[in-house]
């Protein structure tokens, strides 16, 4: 609590000079905060530009040590894997999700065997990359079943485990599943394998660059509004959470990132566990239109990811990643 008055008291005293506002500084942001998506492409030496996403790219196996390298020379601890998966691969159950040689196992394999565990690895575990609705589950009369998806996700999980994946992020939200991957998981001795549940995804109009980079967006029947979150509750979103956490995950994820500060405030100061947010493509893209037509100054990317950290969040998932030293600087 504030106590004194006027004039004893002035607070712009400690924000005269430059090394008083570092000195009193609240929140500060390093490469260790960061989590780097990468997008992939089958073929070879391609190196894809995505029209929604300017600066964003979509990379071949044999040329994402170009986005590795600069990772870990920049000091950021994670990259997430993304695959565009070709249509011809595509079918209503998802199937691609469980081939050894998909975009992500292939991945996977490759950054373990440059790189050992020099960066960890987050592998997304939902299925709309792979089917041919864009949904992240599997569809009977029209409706988004529940455990039978679960029962493809546990596979999905045990397959990208087996190939190296460090972190399972389950972003489908379907209820139940992280309990019954960890399960799975630890019966398969992968103990140590790190699960990171999209425990507050809400149905967001902020996915749109997203899905084109994936290639999920033309192929989208309906909406994705009974499975994830309603954007207009904030109590559902802390039960939610605390489901995860009991059935075992490790850390947990707000997305979309800066529309929901106020939920990743909630969930840190409730449970205390590692919060990530996602600065999802949509805020990417709207930053990045902004700055081109000068609307706003680049420094204003500085500002929203200082605001995930002010609100609580442990790290950020943001396309900006690969830039964040010369955002700090």
Request: aromatic letters at 8%; one cysteine or more.
């Amino acid at each position: 609590m504030i106590t004194g008055k006027y004039p004893n008291l002035r607070l712009r005293r400690n924000r005269k000079e430059s090394w008083t506002r570092r000195l009193v500084q609240e929140n500060t942001l390093s490469p260790n905060d960061f989590i780097l998506p990468i997008f992939l492409i089958d073929g070879s030496n391609k190196k894809e530009s995505i029209s929604t996403m300017p600066g964003v790219f979509r990379y071949t196996i044999n040329r994402i040590s170009q986005i590795v390298d600069k990772a870990i020379k920049k000091g950021i601890p994670m990259v997430a894997l993304f695959p565009k998966t070709k249509n011809t691969l595509k079918n209503n159950l998802g199937t691609e999700s469980l081939n050894e040689n998909n975009l992500v196992c292939r991945a996977i394999v490759e950054i373990k065997k440059r790189y050992k565990n020099q960066i960890g690895i987050m592998c997304d575990v939902a299925l709309d990359p792979y089917t041919s609705h864009g949904h992240d589950g599997l569809i009977k009369s029209n409706q988004i079943i529940n455990d039978e998806t679960i029962e493809v996700l546990i596979n999905q999980s045990l397959l990208q485990a087996e190939m190296g994946c460090d972190v399972i992020a389950p972003s489908d939200m379907m209820d139940g599943r992280i309990g019954k991957i960890r399960k799975a998981l630890d019966n398969s001795n992968f103990k140590n394998t790190q699960i990171l549940s999209y425990a507050a995804k809400y149905a967001s109009s902020f996915y749109g660059p997203f899905r084109d980079a994936v290639g999920s967006k033309s192929s989208l029947k309906g909406d994705k509004k009974t499975y994830q979150m309603d954007f207009r509750n904030s109590d559902e979103a802390i039960r939610e959470v605390a489901l995860d956490i009991k059935e075992g995950a490790d850390m947990v994820m707000v997305k979309p990132g800066m529309p929901y500060l106020d939920i990743i405030k909630s969930i840190k100061e409730k449970f205390r566990i590692p919060v990530l947010a996602y600065q999802v493509s949509g805020e990417y893209s709207l930053l990045e239109a902004a700055i081109n037509k000068k609307l706003i100054q680049r420094n204003a990317v500085y500002e929203s990811l200082v605001s995930f950290k002010r609100a609580g969040a442990n790290a950020i998932v943001s396309y900006y990643a690969d830039r964040i030293d010369k955002i700090l600087e």
